[in-house]
């Protein structure tokens, strides 16, 4: 027979409220993977159903990031709470959306998870699945009523996250989303800052769910996202759209499809860039290509008077330069 984590826990923890090195009691351990049978012997025996680690997650929320809902359904029985928040603010539909467990997520929900509840940051469990990129859990979830445009702290929507995911699969245009929303800095001097996201410091919690989608180039949730109204010029607090987020990173197809949606191919951040201004700075020769094919202004000017050309030659790829030479920079 197959052991589980549950089969090494030490014995001294085995039937006690008694912590390891990170805060974690014995039921904590268990639930992750360990039975139902396993779950309920530790609570017969006096666990608390709702302890806490060090860092204020809840057995519901290690059951909920693992995906056991076997070991869901006897923690709730028990009374735990389904809507608990860890020291950072999130629930255990926050895990469970990140790591797209359906089945998990559809049991917390008919528990009564709060389908927009709100980190310490501002994120809903939408930014969690777009930033995922779990077309399933984003449709799940949209279908249930979450904010397809909720701003984190940072201004990012749900659009901004799926922007910034990686493997092509979208679905959130279709439905009028406003593809505006913008990031955090406002000097040249912070720019590097806002291309790698204030958001990464911080456990890349402060984004939208479209920045984040845009940024990973999911398709397949973009086209999800998109479809049910999610902002596409939507801006965050430092004014970038997921034009802005796609264009930093090159994501070809996530550009067409944003632009495809009514996307602002000029729209300005705080620093008064427009998409092209990322897409030269960072040398992405094929987002250059689509965004200049869709009008964008090849000698826009920043709010310090750069064009795209500039900022090219700031980073000194000269490729990038010949290229915008050749379709009328100056």
């Not at 201004?277 to 826009?300: I, M």
Request: aromatic residues 6%; glycine residues 8%; contains cysteine.
């Amino acid at each position: 027979m197959k052991k589980t984590l549950f089969d090494f826990v030490p014995t001294q923890y085995s039937t006690s409220n008694k912590e390891d090195q990170y805060g974690r009691t014995s039921l904590q351990v268990a639930v992750r993977n360990g039975t139902a049978k396993k779950v309920k012997e530790l609570l017969v025996n006096g666990d608390d159903v709702n302890t806490r680690d060090k860092e204020g997650r809840t057995p519901l929320h290690e059951a909920a990031y693992w995906g056991n809902t076997e070991a869901l359904q006897v923690l709730l029985a028990d009374g735990a709470e389904v809507n608990a928040k860890s020291s950072v603010g999130r629930t255990p539909l926050h895990g469970a959306a990140r790591n797209g467990n359906a089945e998990t997520i559809r049991f917390l929900f008919a528990n009564g998870a709060e389908v927009n509840a709100k980190s310490s940051v501002g994120n809903t469990p939408l930014h969690e699945a777009a930033r995922n990129g779990n077309a399933e859990t984003i449709r799940f979830l949209l279908a249930n009523r979450a904010n397809v445009n909720a701003r984190d702290d940072d201004g990012n929507t749900p659009l901004h996250e799926a922007v910034r995911k990686g493997d092509m699969e979208t679905i959130l245009l279709a439905n009028s989303g406003e593809v505006s929303t913008r990031s955090k800095e406002s000097r040249m001097s912070l720019y590097e800052a806002t291309y790698w996201g204030e958001g990464r410091a911080r456990g890349r919690e402060s984004r939208t769910p479209l920045h984040e989608t845009t940024h990973r180039s999911n398709t397949e949730a973009l086209q999800v996202l998109l479809a049910d109204g999610a902002e596409v010029n939507g801006k965050n607090n430092v004014g970038n759209t997921p034009l802005h987020e796609a264009a930093c990173w090159g994501k070809a197809e996530a550009l067409q499809m944003l632009l495809a949606n009514r996307a602002d191919v000029n729209a300005r951040s705080k620093l008064g860039d427009t998409p092209l201004h990322r897409a030269a700075y960072w040398g992405k020769t094929e987002a250059l290509q689509v965004l200049l094919a869709n009008r964008a202004d090849v000698n826009a000017r920043d709010a310090d008077g750069d064009t795209p050309l500039q900022w090219a030659m700031r980073k000194g790829d000269t490729k990038v330069v010949q290229f915008l030479v050749a379709n009328g920079a100056k």
